[in-house]
């Protein structure tokens, strides 16, 4: 059973108390999914504002490691972060895996999740808000397994654009340019007065419900929000055979609230004054942010187990330069090219610590990345780092293999100088290997 601030907000809902529901808005007649907007009938003023109304209020930093980036609130004035919010910089970018509100006068190391795995890391660099992610991957990123991230923006890639990319900025901006569908749904996305919030139905029932308190917190980001959820609206039937029946998407929408109630709470942020929980429950998934006891905002999204794929793993020998894979004695030594098939996923393919053979190439390979974790090292300077535990021609070949495999980016500082750094695999990598030697 959820919180009595969550539940009041509920049964508000359930008895149209405070909140009113408005006629179903369609993309089109071929529609598969509709819109129910929602209005609030009396509301005071807001105790915040959103992130999105006043970019630069908050100063937003790579905290140096893939899962977290450092949000400090210089102002005076409380400011709401909205889940799934994806920053961007001259560091990996990153998507947060929940909502927050940043008090006044107030730092917080936040979680967050990478969206683009060979994208190298840079500590302290400046992060801003850009895009949402989108609302197929949402439940992916709150969970926050990093390598799932990965995998299913892949996946994600292939679907939309039919090929594969870890970069989900770069893939959500070529849809929006591709789908010309979506374009529309962002420019009639409804907008009404007092809407604070929607509700998304298909022909499975509700796919996602979202509400503020205020409407001008909904005016914020309603055109965003029309892009995170434009693929699933501009969804078509080939024939307009469906049409909307109020009963049953009243139904349908008091089975999803009902289904609400009934979810298991876990705390992920919490300040002075609000706190933010997420929720799990019956094909369910979500978070509600509470401000001085007041639910500012609740966002839940139908779950659905995700179709089968069969992903072709390419015959590759695991790094055969980074691994230097030995042959048994009296066998011959095979060449760049021979290769084997791989039961397993494309990441894992790549850095299958269990490939590795020769334990001093897996140990010079983790002094590298070691001293690049972090940092942004020149030639020099990495080699001085490595003088007693690494030769210059090792780290050359960990350099090169580590590059072409992804997990090492060659960048170039301020005075022109190349430097090497860590991406976000390299990272990933990095954390394997320690977890493995535990």
């Known amino acids: ?11 508000d809902l359930e008895n149209q108390a405070t909140f009113r529901f408005l006629e179903p808005w369609r993309y089109s007649p071929k529609s598969l999914a509709l819109v129910v907007p929602i209005v609030r009938v009396k509301y005071g003023s807001r105790e915040y504002i959103m992130l999105d109304e006043l970019h630069g209020i908050l100063s937003i930093r790579d905290a140096g490691t893939i899962g977290k980036v450092i949000v400090e609130n210089d102002s005076d004035k ?158 078509e039937q080939e024939v307009p055979i469906f049409k909307p029946d109020v009963k049953a998407i009243r139904k349908a929408i008091n089975i999803f609230l009902g289904k609400i109630k009934e979810c298991r709470e876990t705390e992920v942020f919490k300040g002075k004054n609000t706190y933010t929980k997420l929720l799990e429950g019956d094909g369910i998934v979500g978070e509600y942010t509470v401000l001085n006891n007041n639910t500012i905002h609740l966002m839940v999204t139908r779950t659905e187990k995700p179709p089968e794929r069969k992903v072709h793993i390419p015959r590759l020998t695991v790094f055969h330069e980074v691994l230097e894979t030995r042959p048994p004695r009296g066998r011959p030594t095979p060449f760049r090219g021979i290769t084997e098939e791989r039961p397993t996923t494309y990441f894992m393919s790549l850095i299958d610590l269990s490939r590795i053979r020769d334990r001093r190439v897996e140990e010079s390979l983790y002094k590298v990345l070691e001293a690049l974790r972090g940092k942004s090292l020149t030639w020099t300077e990495l080699v001085e780092k490595l003088s007693k535990k690494v030769s210059p021609a090792t780290i050359s070949r960990r350099l090169k293999n580590g590059i072409n495999q992804g997990l090492i980016a060659k960048t170039l500082r301020e005075n022109g100088k190349p430097a090497y750094t860590l991406t976000a695999k390299g990272e990933a990598l990095l954390e394997r290997i320690k977890e493995e030697r535990r």
């Open 1 to 11: 059973m959820v919180s009595q601030v969550l539940l009041k907000l509920i049964e």
């Open 78 to 235: 409380y400011v709401f972060i909205r889940g799934g919010c994806v920053l961007e910089g001259l560091t990996q970018p990153r998507a947060l895996r929940y909502s927050i509100v940043a008090e006044p006068r107030e730092t917080y190391t936040v979680d967050v999740v990478c969206v683009h795995e060979t994208s190298p890391i840079r500590r302290g660099s400046e992060l801003r808000p850009t895009l949402y992610v989108p609302l197929k991957l949402r439940h992916v990123v709150t969970k926050g397994s990093q390598h799932e991230v990965w995998d299913t923006i892949r996946h994600f890639s292939m679907l939309m654009l039919s090929r594969e990319s870890s970069n989900l900025i770069e893939v959500v901006r070529s849809l929006e340019r591709a789908r010309t569908k979506i374009a529309d749904v962002i420019e009639k996305f409804p907008l009404v007065k007092d809407q604070v919030g929607v509700i998304i139905v298909d022909t499975k029932g509700v796919e996602v419900l979202e509400l503020f308190d205020h409407p001008k917190s909904w005016e914020a980001i309603a055109k965003k929000a029309g892009k995170e959820f434009g693929e699933v609206l501009a969804e």
